[in-house]
């Protein structure tokens, strides 16, 4: 399985993005998937993740700016990022769970978003 995102760039505040990541297998197949990202010195977190019920979570960091969205039949999750700000600059990953474990069973390999001030 490969998770492949493109989308990332250099924003300036206030901005928006659009990141997409597209699987090499059905996402259907996967019980979630989302996006975590590192910022520098900073550790990966989750920021959203929907399951194949459709349900929504978010980071509260980005909540009200940020929208996880799918595709099934491009087997493409996307995340449109709004009113961007210098903090959300880090390294975006996509991921999967496979079979609804706590843990990410695939990643994608990183695509970079700057926002500057």
């Known amino acids: 399985v490969q998770l492949v995102e493109s989308g990332g760039g250099l924003v300036q505040a206030g901005g928006a993005l659009r990141l997409s990541c597209t699987s090499s297998?059905?996402?259907?197949?996967?019980?979630?998937i989302g996006w975590f990202r590192q910022g520098p010195g900073k550790e990966r977190e989750r920021i959203a993740a929907?399951?194949?019920?459709?349900?929504?979570l978010y980071a509260d960091s980005v909540k009200g700016r940020f929208a996880i969205s799918r595709d099934d039949a491009k087997n493409t999750q996307y995340l449109q990022m709004n009113n961007l700000k210098p903090e959300d600059t880090a390294m975006y990953y996509c991921?999967?769970?496979?079979?609804?474990?706590?843990?990410?069973?695939?990643w994608g390999q990183g695509t970079q978003v700057t926002v500057s001030s």
């Open positions: 991921a999967g769970w496979w079979d609804g474990g706590m843990d990410v069973d695939y």
């Open positions: 297998v059905s996402i259907r197949s996967f019980n979630a």
């Open positions: 929907i399951n194949d019920r459709g349900s929504t």
